[in-house]
């Protein structure tokens, strides 16, 4: 049974730092990721394929990381410099075939429940 627990959301102040987590069963996924929901939006965050390669996009470049632990089948996306427009619900997710071009929403079969992310200004 396909399964992804996200934790590690909360409130920060902008400036501030998150790190998101996610625990992953049911599959070996060669393709992770995260995507964002706000005001009705959805927007592809990063991914990292199975060989390690990561893709960001623009607007978290160079201010989010995305890595994996292989080992505990887990997901990170460690967040620094929050912005208040970062203020989304947070979805990790994957999918059993490889990563496309850049991260996307509709790429996944998988994802979680979310878990809410919140800066303040």
């Known amino acids: 049974q396909v399964q992804l627990v996200e934790s590690g959301g909360g409130s920060v102040q902008s400036g501030g730092s998150l790190r998101l987590s996610c625990a992953a069963s049911?599959?070996?996924?060669?393709?992770r990721g995260w995507f964002r929901q706000a005001r009705g939006k959805r927007e592809g965050v990063a991914h990292i394929d199975s060989d390690g390669s990561t893709s960001y996009a623009d607007s978290v470049k160079g201010r989010f990381t995305i890595s994996q632990d292989n080992a505990k089948n887990t997901l990170y996306l460690q967040m620094n410099s929050l912005k208040p427009e970062d203020t989304a619900m947070y979805y990790c997710?994957?999918?059993?075939?490889?990563?496309?071009?850049?991260?996307?929403?509709?790429?996944?079969?998988?994802w979680g429940q979310g878990t809410q992310v919140t800066v303040s200004s």
């Open positions: 997710a994957a999918d059993r075939s490889a990563c496309g071009a850049s991260p996307g929403v509709y790429e996944y079969n998988y």
């Open positions: 049911g599959y070996t996924y060669n393709c």
